[in-house]
């Protein structure tokens, strides 16, 4: 009898601790901070995060369901509040950028586009269709890699198929970063989520978001993807879906 009851309450007690330990990894994931770096002085156009709205799309303009959509053409990116700066950074060579596309492949089609900002010259440029959702556009291995210390502007047009016009768009810039010893050390350690909060830990968003959404696809019941918007203001797109897209040419 005794020992049934020392078992009981052995059980009771995993139980909680198990309990406790999720809670806490909740509660972690929910306040997940994203410390941005300090913003570059020397830019001149902050950029757009979403677009000021739809210029539909030749006459499908009455249709609001299809031409006008609910929510915005939006990029998954920090945006700094005082100058509407459109500005992250990348450890990765070759980043995934990260955009929600409200448009129907039906009616319209992207456009990325990466500039060499002090050049001034493209280095990489895509065109895509897909179904409305969150979209993922890697900077293929045969495109040239992000030169550590360097700044790059990037565009997502959004195009009308029956007159090939812009109807919406968003913009910023992105900087690779040389990645420091102690924090490669805590990676190279760190659990697929632990990788996350460092990287937003250390601001550098653009692996810290495909981080996450890596997660998301291998666990959907993984929080960090959603609190990682949340932490940049994007609860409206935060629970979009993630749907595939298809390169019309690179």
């Known amino acids: 009898m005794k020992l049934s009851i020392y078992k009981i309450q052995l059980f009771l007690a995993i139980s909680c601790i198990l ?20 913003p570059p002085a020397d830019i001149g156009e902050p950029g757009k995060r979403a ?34 700066l459109v500005f992250a950074t990348a450890i990765a060579e070759h980043p995934s950028f ?6 129907s492949s039906s009616f319209a089609y992207g456009e990325f586009v990466l500039e060499d900002e002090a050049q001034n010259q ?9 179904t ?36 919406a768009n968003v913009e910023g810039y992105v900087k690779r970063d040389q990645l420091n010893s102690t924090l490669k ?3 190279a350690k760190a659990t697929p989520s632990q990788r996350v909060t460092l990287y937003a830990a250390n601001g550098i968003w653009y692996d810290a978001l495909s981080a996450a959404g890596e997660l998301r696809r291998t666990n959907p019941q993984e929080q960090s993807w959603t609190a990682l918007l949340q932490a940049i203001g994007l609860n409206d797109v935060a629970t979009e879906p993630k749907v595939e897209c298809c390169n019309l040419e690179s």
């Open 122 to 130: 493209s280095i990489y440029k895509t065109s895509l269709t897909s």
């Open 98 to 103: 990260w955009f929600y596309v409200p448009y």
């Open 132 to 167: 409305p959702g969150v979209v993922s556009l890697g900077l293929p291995a045969k495109a040239a890699p992000l030169e550590i210390g360097k700044r790059y502007r990037w565009y997502f047009n959004i195009y009308c198929k029956k007159d090939n016009q812009i109807i």
């Open 185 to 187: 050390t805590q990676l």
């Open 51 to 84: 677009e000021a709205g739809s210029r539909g799309c030749g006459q499908n303009i009455n249709q609001s369901s299809v031409a006008v959509p609910a929510k915005q053409l939006t990029a998954l990116v920090p945006v700094y509040s005082k100058s509407e």
């Open 19 to 38: 309990l406790s330990h999720t809670q806490v990894h909740a509660q972690l994931n929910q306040s997940l901070i994203f410390a941005a770096p300090p």
